[in-house]
């Protein structure tokens, strides 16, 4: 359903849930719009991109959905991920060209990824700007990080970097 924000608010502020499910219904929304003769639209779109999540069975359903979106989305942009049945991409993923995630990755926030960028595998990425030819070696966790182009993070003789 497409309508003016305005209609939307004002309409779920007044939808009530007096059914055997004590549920919201969309349908609800379209009659109150039509009942005051309001412009509605509607969209198609897939069935994975509108699920709703009753149990927590759906609930892990949604979220395996949305992982493989975004990865699919970082695939059409040019990433080449080693394994992506291990990986876990969370948020919003922007990545450069040429950019290469080991398996056991995950991606969680808002990450950029620049131009020929490597992660390695078992690696935790959260709300982080890593510049063009970065190399970050297996095991790092980084957080929070806007880094500069050029860089090599690598858990060097130590079993874990994290960077903040």
Request: aromatic residues 6%; charged residues 25%; contains cysteine.
């Given at each position: 359903?497409?309508?003016?924000?305005?209609?939307?608010?004002?309409?779920?502020?007044?939808?009530?849930?007096?059914?055997?499910?004590?549920?919201?219904?969309?349908?609800?929304?379209?009659?109150?719009?039509?009942?005051?003769?309001?412009?509605?639209?509607?969209?198609?779109?897939?069935?994975?991109?509108?699920?709703?999540?009753?149990?927590?069975?759906?609930?892990?359903?949604?979220?395996?959905?949305?992982?493989?979106?975004?990865?699919a989305?970082?695939?059409?942009?040019?990433?080449?991920?080693?394994?992506?049945?291990?990986?876990?991409?969370?948020?919003?993923?922007?990545?450069?060209?040429?950019?290469?995630?080991?398996?056991?990755?995950?991606?969680?926030?808002?990450?950029?990824?620049?131009?020929?960028?490597?992660?390695?595998?078992?690696?935790?990425?959260?709300?982080?700007?890593?510049?063009?030819?970065?190399?970050?070696?297996?095991?790092?966790?980084?957080?929070?990080?806007?880094?500069?182009?050029?860089?090599?993070?690598?858990?060097?003789?130590?079993?874990y970097?994290h960077?903040?």
């Open positions: 359903m497409c309508c003016k924000k305005t209609l939307l608010e004002e309409a779920i502020s007044q939808v009530e849930n007096n059914n055997a499910a004590g549920e919201y219904y969309l349908t609800d929304l379209v009659e109150f719009a039509s009942a005051r003769e309001q412009k509605i639209g509607s969209t198609q779109t897939q069935e994975k991109e509108i699920l709703g999540a009753n149990n927590k069975q759906e609930l892990g359903d949604l979220y395996r959905a949305l992982v493989a979106l975004n990865i989305s970082a695939k059409r942009k040019g990433a080449i991920f080693k394994d992506e049945s291990t990986c876990y991409v969370e948020g919003p993923l922007k990545v450069g060209r040429d950019v290469k995630i080991g398996n056991n990755v995950t991606i969680k926030g808002e990450v950029i990824l620049g131009n020929n960028v490597s992660i390695g595998s078992n690696t935790v990425l959260f709300n982080t700007k890593i510049g063009d030819e970065t190399v970050v070696k297996d095991f790092c966790s980084i957080e929070k990080v806007l880094n500069q182009v050029n860089y090599f993070v690598s858990n060097g003789a130590v079993s970097t960077l903040r």
